[in-house]
């Protein structure tokens, strides 16, 4: 399996959209795995699912692992006031400030959370996405965008989202890429799925078929800053 996309959440691990992607002579497989399947339940921890996943990635041979979540704060010197660059290209709705400040407020947690995960993650082999390379490669997703970018209706929130929401998503999903979509696929895993087609792209090496948005990531002051996030086009399967 090439690709693992992450749909992230801090509440609970059940809320956790883990969707991978398999190459082969048939063309594309999409198999969805549940945070249960690697042993994990109750309330999140940054350091044991970074751990989960690098293991994971290890024992399935993923080479790009997605992940929707921040990868780090804001650089001081981006000359923006409250804000990545990546988020002032795309317009999301959650800011990430310096360490520790985020807007809206609310966002603090999820935010300290993801960036967290993203560290261990690094620290365990994993590189940030800086450039074309399909190696061991850690991505920043927001799926919200990716929608967007596709040209697709993008799914309504996860808590006003109907199951005719969730078979529209799926069925655009499988037209514009003519892939098999597995069956009732829940909003966490559409999320993750979506985000994922930019793996198909980097791993091939395809540069057409992804398009970053944001700044090359920095440590300052122990600290990761700025980053890209990825999201597919409609050639991210040309290949």
């Known amino acids: 399996m090439e690709i693992l996309s992450v749909d992230l959440a801090h509440t609970a691990y059940c809320n956790i959209g883990i969707v991978g992607l398999e190459m082969n002579r048939q063309g594309l497989e999409v198999r969805t795995l549940a945070p249960a399947q690697f042993g994990l339940m109750g309330a999140p921890s940054p350091t044991q699912l970074a751990d989960a996943l690098a293991d994971a990635c290890e024992r399935l041979g993923v080479k790009i692992l997605l992940m929707d979540g921040p990868q780090g704060w804001k ?97 655009d999903l499988g037209r514009l890429f003519q892939v098999a979509i597995p069956e009732g696929l829940s909003h966490d895993e559409l999320q993750a799925l979506v985000a994922a087609f930019a793996g198909v792209a980097l791993v091939c090496g395809d540069t057409l078929g992804y398009a970053p948005a944001g700044a090359a990531p920095t440590m300052i002051e122990g600290t990761w800053r700025e980053g890209f996030i990825v999201n597919p086009t409609r050639k991210a399967i040309a290949r």
């Open 75 to 171: 650089d001081p010197q981006n000359g923006l006031t409250h804000s990545r660059i990546c988020e002032r290209i795309l317009n999301t709705p959650g800011k990430t400030g310096l360490p520790g400040v985020t807007k809206p407020a609310n966002y603090l947690a999820f935010t300290t959370f993801s960036v967290s995960v993203f560290h261990s993650l690094v620290a365990s082999g994993f590189r940030l996405f800086g450039g074309p390379t399909s190696q061991r490669l850690l991505v920043e997703s927001f799926p919200l965008s990716a929608w967007k970018q596709l040209k697709l209706l993008p799914l309504p929130a996860k808590g006003k989202a109907k199951s005719t929401d969730l078979l529209r998503a799926s069925a």
